[in-house]
């Protein structure tokens, strides 16, 4: 089995109703993930020409999830009945 990171994108304030689906696509996808994750906090994004604070409006990821799965088409099933808020992306983890 392989690693995937799923990194989610943008933001509402959680509801009991929002909770509940996430635990229950937690229990779906069982054994299968490695890192439930968190919500992300603040962002600050370094590159060579300097640092900037980033906001979910400007691209930061809002929380991440580690799976376990085959390869992408497997995770990609992983994510149904997610309750994806704008956008997941998966990055495939590579060996070392």
């Known amino acids: 089995m392989k690693k995937f990171l799923m990194l989610n994108y943008g933001y509402v304030e959680p509801t009991p109703e929002i909770m509940a689906a996430w635990m229950a696509w937690f229990a779906k996808v069982g054994d299968r993930i490695v890192d439930s994750g968190n919500p992300l906090g603040n962002c ?3 590159s060579k020409t300097g ?14 999830s580690i799976l376990s799965a085959e390869n992408m088409e497997d995770a990609e099933r992983l994510l149904e009945g997610c309750p ?13």
């Open 44 to 46: 600050l994004e370094v």
């Open 51 to 64: 640092t900037r604070q980033l906001s979910p409006e400007q691209g930061a990821a809002t929380g991440y």
């Open 84 to 96: 994806i808020i704008e956008s997941v992306r998966l990055y495939e983890a590579m060996p070392m």
